[in-house]
């Protein structure tokens, strides 16, 4: 790791638990947390981008990463169209993990234990969710079947990575970031108002997935 790479991991690190301990104050982190969080996925870019041989996979992940950034920001406002548009840039940004990851040597999901099991999961968490979001709101009901879908599509597609090192992080990344968005939707649907301490266990979960499915890709590819 060159020392240009080391320096922007601990900026990662620094922005991501003072984002988490922002959350985790409530209303009065919110002004802070609207500064640092745009700056987590670009500093995580800037350091695959920059300690990394170009190639298929590396500008998949930098995709991921970007479409990751757009649904940061969305998700920080409050209205149903940036909810929306949260959940449509997250779902490209799986879309573009699960293309690096088949280009990583990702084979079919129902070939390895941990991918069947993603899938039972998802076959009842999907559409359990999916459901919930649209009691909330008629609208979401949809958009949030299709991300939980594509959200599966990832996990499943890490989990049948071929075994090494470098790839049981990314495999591990893409098993928080299925935390995460599962602590996110018991937050979202079925909580009346938030709860400081299950936002800190989100943003936790999320930037340590987006991490470790970075280093893991760049291990994997370096």
């Known amino acids: 790791m060159t020392p240009r790479r080391r320096w922007l991991t601990a900026a990662y690190a620094a922005l991501s638990v003072a984002d988490t301990a922002l959350v985790g104050v409530g209303p009065r982190g919110r002004r802070l947390h609207h500064v640092v969080k745009p700056l987590l996925m670009p500093v995580l870019a800037a350091g695959l981008a920059g300690d990394t041989p170009p190639g298929p996979v590396v500008r998949r992940v930098l995709a991921a990463q970007g479409l ?132 800190s266990a989100v943003m936790a979960t999320y930037t340590a997935a987006q991490w470790l499915i970075s280093d893991g890709v760049s291990r994997s590819v370096g």
């Open 68 to 199: 990751s950034w757009g649904g940061d920001v969305a998700l920080m406002g409050r209205s149903e169209s940036r909810f929306l548009a949260g959940v449509a840039s997250f779902l490209g940004a799986h879309v573009a993990y699960v293309a690096a990851f088949r280009a990583l040597g990702s084979g079919s999901p129902t070939a390895s234990a941990a991918g069947r099991g993603v899938l039972a999961l998802a076959s009842v968490a999907v559409p359990a969710n999916a459901v919930l979001a649209g009691r909330r709101d008629a609208r979401f009901g949809v958009p949030v079947g299709a991300y939980g879908l594509v959200l599966a599509a990832m996990a499943a597609s890490a989990a049948a990575l071929p075994e090494s090192p470098e790839r049981t992080r990314v495999r591990a990344g893409a098993a928080l970031f299925l935390t995460s968005d599962s602590l996110l939707g018991v937050q979202l649907f079925l909580r009346d108002e938030p709860h400081p301490a299950l936002e």
